[in-house]
């Protein structure tokens, strides 16, 4: 059974959530500290992620409304090629945007506090790009088709 971690990357805060393909439910995982440098937050993620077996990564991909990719989305890209390799699973790239609008709307019927729900956002983020995935990709555990993303 397939298991699939998501990854909102940051320079701050690292979102991560997970699924297997057997239940294709999502779940936040938590969020690491961004050390805004690239092997060390490789190597943050992959702490986390090493006491599950992993098949496929999904980052999130900060795209511009216009499809383009800026800077933070280059820098993603660079930290998804070197997960990839650290990891020695495929990464599949995900349009996250909006991702964190999403995650903002699932907290604010909450009666946490604004500190605490930024502490949570960015993991329900992930949690938000690794549904989508799979909902688009009913192979891999989803529920629907969508566009593709990757």
């Known amino acids: 059974m397939p298991r699939y971690i998501a990854i909102d990357y940051g320079t701050k805060r690292i979102g991560l959530a997970s699924a297997d393909s057997a239940v ?3 779940t ?3 969020v690491v500290a961004g050390r805004n440098d690239l092997a060390a937050d490789v190597d943050a993620v992959l702490a986390v992620v090493a006491d599950y077996q992993v098949d496929t990564l999904v980052v999130g991909l900060p795209l511009n409304m216009d499809d383009t990719e800026g800077p933070q989305a280059r820098a993603t890209r660079k930290f998804g090629e070197e997960l990839a390799r650290a990891a020695g699973v495929p990464v599949h790239y995900w ?9 903002d709307e699932l907290l604010a019927s909450t009666d946490l506090s604004r500190a605490k729900r ?4 960015d993991s329900l983020a992930a949690q938000v790009i690794l549904q989508a995935y799979l909902d688009a990709h009913p192979d891999r555990g989803g529920a629907a088709s969508a566009g593709e993303g990757e």
């Open 118 to 121: 930024k502490a949570i956002q």
């Open 28 to 30: 936040p995982l938590g």
């Open 24 to 26: 294709g439910v999502t």
């Open 95 to 103: 349009d996250e945007r909006l991702s964190s609008f999403a995650a």
